[in-house]
């Protein structure tokens, strides 16, 4: 499985960014696709998952009511829409596939991250 993370960038607080997620490779509706950041310095943190047949959502308690997941199998991406970003969202994003999914997993496979930096 491939992922491709993109669609970060430089926005101010309280402003939106929608990141998506390209996954290929065989039998890709067999996995979860999580999304974390990381900061410099910090451990890796949990943002979201969905599973492939959007029955299952995860998130944060840090980003609840402010970012959704959801996928277009069409296109095999995920999206993260960001909405009301705060200065702490500023981390690199990466996205993630694993078969089983939620936020307590090792996820199996990685993307490159997306910077996103929220400014004040």
């Known amino acids: 499985v491939q992922l491709q993370a993109s669609g970060g960038g430089l926005v101010q607080a309280g402003g939106s960014l929608k990141l998506s997620c390209a996954v290929s490779g065989q039998t890709v509706s067999a996995y979860a696709v999580g999304w974390f950041r990381q900061d410099p310095g910090q451990e890796r943190q949990f943002v979201a998952s969905?599973?492939?047949?959007?029955?299952?959502?995860y998130y944060a308690d840090s980003v609840k009511g402010r970012f959704t997941i959801s996928g277009d199998h069409a296109k095999n991406t995920v999206y993260l829409q960001m909405n009301n970003l705060k200065p702490e969202d500023t981390a690199v994003y990466y996205c993630a596939a694993d078969a089983r999914g939620g936020p307590y997993v090792q996820y199996e496979y990685w993307g490159q991250g997306t910077q996103v930096t929220v400014s004040s």
């Open positions: 969905i599973n492939w047949s959007g029955t299952r959502a």
